[in-house]
């Protein structure tokens, strides 16, 4: 059964903005921090940003100031609102469900393409 659905990814300009949205199950939204991570070619996954239940967040430097996660509770979803983005930007970007109060994660989803170009 699949539990993670992200989209909204694309091919975007340097500057531009991209929102991705991540569709998640009632049972693992309501019971998980959610979190979004990415990967670049050739490169380990990393924490891009995560969310508690509760609305506390947690970004990496190197997004700060540039992107915002966002959950809508009513829908079971997570978004991640992309502005300023920068060709390192790139790379396949993932949802995640974690352990409430962890880094360590239950679901992946299937991951969305975000491409910037120069």
């Known amino acids: 059964q699949v539990q993670l659905v992200e989209s909204g990814g694309g091919l975007v300009q340097a500057g531009g903005s991209l929102r991705l949205s991540c569709a998640a199950s009632?049972?693992?939204?309501?019971?998980?921090?959610m979190a979004w991570y990415r990967q670049a070619p050739g490169k380990q996954r990393e924490l891009v940003v995560a969310?508690?239940?509760?609305?506390?967040?947690n970004y990496a430097d190197s997004v700060k100031g540039r992107f915002t996660i966002s959950r809508d509770n009513g829908k079971n979803t997570v978004y991640l609102q992309m502005d300023s983005l920068k060709p390192e930007d790139t790379g396949v970007y993932y949802c995640?469900?974690?352990?409430?109060?962890?880094?360590?994660?239950?679901?992946w989803g299937q991951g969305t393409q975000v491409t910037v170009s120069s």
């Open positions: 009632r049972s693992i939204f309501s019971r998980n921090d």
């Open positions: 969310i508690t239940s509760g609305g506390s967040t």
């Open positions: 995640a469900a974690h352990l409430i109060g962890t880094t360590i994660v239950r679901s």
